[in-house]
């Protein structure tokens, strides 16, 4: 096969996925106009936690210090709240932050923590979602209420 003839075949594939996309492109906006009709029900939320300190150091590598002004949190994460059992007793016990809290870092702090900048990531995805939901959507009310949860 010469190299013409290569060309227009290179070629002809090309046109035709091109105008395939349009196609596509096209379908996806007539999709989009057609949902209008949809109600949002339900919204599921899967998110990994912010940064935080390592659950164990990395071996053969010399451990870093992780100083505790690396987990103050910023004033506008802070919120009044208790944590409690689901009958509202008291906070239940936590193998997993026992475990965590038997040893320290370098530097003072534990491991599994979030650190600042983890709090600021956190609050971050919140305020969007906040934004998206509430007030762009009006899927929740602005005010907490525990019959939409």
Known sequence: MNIWARSGLVGSI???L????LALA????QDIGQRQDYELKLVQVVYRHGARTPLKPI?????VEWSPNLLEAPDHTQFNYQV???LGGP???SPFEERYRS???KGGTFPGQLTTIGMQQMFALGARLRKDYVDERGFLSPVFNPSEV
């Open 18 to 21: 091109h105008k395939k996309r």
């Open 26 to 29: 096209e379908q996806l906006k």
């Open 14 to 16: 090309f046109y035709f």
């Open 59 to 63: 071996p053969h590598n010399e451990q």
């Open 84 to 86: 409690t059992d689901l």
């Open 91 to 93: 906070r239940p016990p």
């Open 103 to 105: 040893h320290k870092l």
